[in-house]
């Protein structure tokens, strides 16, 4: 009986029913329309042994209690499919009380839940030999799948171990002496003699040579130009050919000192120190418009800081033409004006200060207000 309904809705999904599998139903009674489209009175999902899986699920679109739809059995088997859970499955019907009952008879898909080696004598460890067959967790099992991975661990163990193939390198080293100054070529670009530059260089002919020594050496040079005002000021090394026989390499230090900057302050008075704390050109050995600016920021905060509010700072740059005794060449000037730092116009002192915050205390006292508020307003306490 299952497999003759099984038949009628095989040929009911092709959109016709045999003749000869109703001539053994139906008899020779021509059909209704009814029982071209029995009522659905069941609907489940079964393995292939008949044991029912699921009695329902919104993957499958037939409805029961209506007339049974093969496009909705098509739409259902291409749903099913696409879950992935199930293959091989295939629709069939078997008549019950009431109707038909259709069952999509599916294969469960099995998944790669997880990979244990057994019986391993490492190396290589387990994580290894799982590592090894790249089978990847939550995939779908395949016999293929399987059988590649197990050529792949077969493969993987009849690899040499790099612990059975390893060698110790020992590497001796005899430094012998230390490379020394052959000749000093000094190339001197700047208006200071040869014995200044090579004073600051320190490195003399015979002395051993380091990297940490030519480069202190150059630096003291940097330092010098800074401090004379050659701000782009420039030292560098060239090592020669080493000579074998005496163990030697002739140095060639470059020195060049750039423009001459020059900075000027008017309207105020700063120490030469307090100038290159408070303009960053000097540490920086640039010159450039944000630095500058920079310089003109600090200027004025370092006046807030003396008392005076109002004062304003500018500046401006320019180059011109200076010649001396032992230089002749360009000075870039940089020239700081500072305005409205008159200190008796703009400048508060402390017992002045004093004085006005003790008038300010005794009124808010008078009028019942705490003298906290008055510290508050401006920023310094009350002395007792």
Known sequence: ????????????????????????KIGAQNPSPADQAPVVGEVRIVSEDGKVLEASTSAISVEVGKPLDREKVAASLKSLYRTGVYSDIRAIS?????????????????????????GLKPP????SAAA??????GDAFRKQTLDEALDRLKARLLRPHPAEHQMDVVVSIDP?????????????NT??????????????????ITSVKIQNGTSRIRKFLVKKGQLSGRA????????????????????????????????AKFSRGELKKLIPIYQEGAVDPDLLEEGKRNIRERLEREGYFDA???YASAVREVQTKSWKGQEQVISYSIRNCSPAACKFTRPLLDRAVHSADAFWKATGSPWRTCTALTGFPPRR
Request: aromatic share 6%; with cysteine; hydrophobic share 45%.
């Open 1 to 24: 009986m299952r497999r003759l309904c099984g038949a009628v809705l095989a040929a009911f999904l092709c959109g016709g029913v045999p003749s000869s599998v109703l001539a053994q």
């Open 94 to 118: 078997e008549r019950v009380e009431g109707g038909i009952c259709v069952d999509f008879v599916v294969r469960e898909n099995l998944f790669f839940n997880q990979v244990i080696v057994v």
């Open 124 to 127: 290589p460890s387990e994580a």
């Open 132 to 137: 090894a067959m790249q089978i990847t967790l």
């Open 176 to 188: 012998g002496a230390r490379v020394r100054v052959g000749a000093i070529h000094l190339t001197n």
């Open 191 to 208: 208006e200071y003699p040869d014995s200044e530059i090579a004073s600051r260089f320190k490195l003399k002919a015979g002395k051993e």
């Open 236 to 267: 560098a090394v060239r090592r020669g050919t080493y000579d074998s026989a005496k163990n030697t390499v002739d140095l060639t230090l470059d020195v060049s000192e750039g423009a001459r900057v020059k900075v000027e302050v008017a309207g």
């Open 312 to 314: 304003s700072v500018e």
